[in-house]
Structures are given as structure tokens and as C-alpha cells.
């Protein structure tokens, strides 16, 4: 009863923020993760048996993973008005535990695609060895630096340089993007704004071998921040503690440097 008392508040906190749901679901076994979809959940709701899954309010599904061993899997639910979603499902404890909202789209609304160009600039971006830090952060020899933003029509790219200088090598957990007021002490749900890249270069490895450093470029849409607030880049690690925060203040989002 208290885990849908917390789940209805934060249903209410997110939908005022606006927050959709990523390509991947993370649950973990002590938090709840849910989606709330537009229309009314069909049951049984397809899963593997490493999930728990249980219908909330006819379209709240909250999820849970069953232990510590867990597999990525595959996540399918069919709504009643014909619609059916499916998700890849990952662990993780830092990223578990978040309620998304997934928007209602017209039954002949084709998805958004990802302009080639993206792949090109992105790739050009991490080989280039020209600009500065504009922010760093370091953490037992993990250090980060998020380099000048770089834009092309609408979209604002960033580079994120992790070198890990340790014998230990560094998993990430997941690389977030929020944006919330610069003197802010403690962070709530209602004070952060969460963007999600629209499109990413080298994320397909996650971890940073011991001595050795990667490159990751984010393709964000452009997106309105007043002069007291920053976007916030969170590398958190898995399993551990090493975690790096970093940010681009307005001053360096609005002097990003256009691609060609």
C-alpha cells in the first residue's frame, strides 16, 4: 500500500515534468520502477521470469527485479487500444526506481528518425583533438572533462572524455543529462529536468579499462536555460563509487561552436 501511495505522487510529479521513457527500463530488486502508458493495460503483461510486473491503476505497470542475478530480458505490454510496446529491461541500482510517462501518439504517427548527419559530426567531434575542458571533475583517479559544446541546426553536441588512470577498471552504470539551478543544495524530483540525448556516439562500450581513456559524443535537441541554471552530465558507475559530475553553464551552451 505505501509503494502505490509513492508511486501515485511521483506519477503526479512526472507528469507535470514532462519525462518519457528511454529505449531501456532499469529495475533493480529494492525499487520500484514504472510506466505509465496512455491507455489501459491488457493483461498478462509479457516478461521473462526474472521480472516482477503488477498492473497499477489500469495503466500503471510497476516493475521489480526478481534477485540480484539478473540478465538483461525483454519487456512486452499490449495496451486496449491496440497498441503494443516493447522494451529491452537492464539492472541497475543507481538508474531503478523512476516512474516514466509515455506520451500518447496518433495510431498513423510514424517515429522520429535520426538524421545521418548526426553519425558524421559525432564521430568527427570525438576524433578532434581541438578545444578545451569547459567543465572537470575527478574521483580516485577517474577524471572526466566535458569539452566545448559544438551545434549544428538544432542540435547541440557534447563531448565527454573518462579517463581512467586507476588499475581498476571503471563500468558505467549509465551517463545522465538534467538541468536544474546551479545553487540548489539538495536536489528533489521537482527541481531537476531530465534531457535525453538524441543521439550517441561510442556508448556501445561501457567500460574503461584500467590506464585508458574513451570518448562519448551526445547529440542533444536545443532546449531554453535561463542564466541560474546548468545542464548537469552525471557518469555514475556501476558497483561503485566513483561517480562524476560535470556541467555547461548558459555562457558555454550559447557560445557553442557551429560544425560545418
Sequence with gaps: MKTLKIISILSLLFSQLGVFAQDTIYVSYNKVT???FPSRIESPVI??????????DNNLL?????????KPSNLEVKTIDGKSYKFPVSFSYGRAGRIFKLPKVDKD????????????ISKKIAESRKGKAISTDKASK????????AV??????YKLKVRNRSNIHFDIDFIRFYVRDIKTAKRTVTQEQEIYPVYSFGTEDQTIKGKSA?????????????????????VYEKSGGRHQYLRAKQYDIENAKPIE
Design 47 to 56: 516478461t521473462s521470469k526474472n521480472i516482477s510486473a503488477q498492473i497499477r
Design 109 to 120: 504517427a510514424s517515429l522520429p528518425t535520426t538524421p545521418a548527419s548526426n553519425a558524421s
Design 214 to 234: 574513451e570518448v562519448y559524443v551526445f547529440a542533444l535537441k536545443k532546449f531554453p536555460l535561463s542564466k541560474d541554471k546548468a545542464l548537469f552530465i552525471e
Design 34 to 36: 514504472a510506466i505509465q
Design 152 to 157: 549544428s541546426g538544432d542540435d547541440l553536441f
Design 142 to 149: 577517474i577524471k572526466s572533462e566535458l569539452g566545448n559544446v
Design 62 to 70: 510497476a516493475l521489480n527485479a526478481m534477485g540480484t542475478d539478473f
